[in-house]
């Protein structure tokens, strides 16, 4: 990449994000009819898409990152990283 050596790095400490973990337990019909649009009700994108309408539904201003699935005969158990903003990096400058 030229001009590499052009570019300047803060590297104070500043708190941007705050990350949380939500884990949702989820009746397995539940999840079944939110992710209906699914051919694979097990894709990441299906996790995805039900944790942000829950967010949604929520009202949560919650920025979701990754999410991890596990679930059984009954519940699908969604385990979503959440951020949320705390300070603009940006807004100082």
Known sequence: MDGIDSIVVDTAPVTTLQVFHKRLKIPLPV???GVAEFTDPWDE?????????????????????????????????????????????????
């Open 31 to 33: 999840y079944l009819d």
């Open 45 to 93: 994108q299906a996790y995805q898409l039900f944790v942000q309408h829950y967010l949604d539904e929520m009202k949560d201003p919650g920025i979701l990152g990754m999410v991890r699935q596990e679930h059984d005969d009954h519940y699908v158990y969604l385990d979503a990283v959440i951020r949320y903003p705390s300070e603009s990096p940006l807004g100082s400058q």
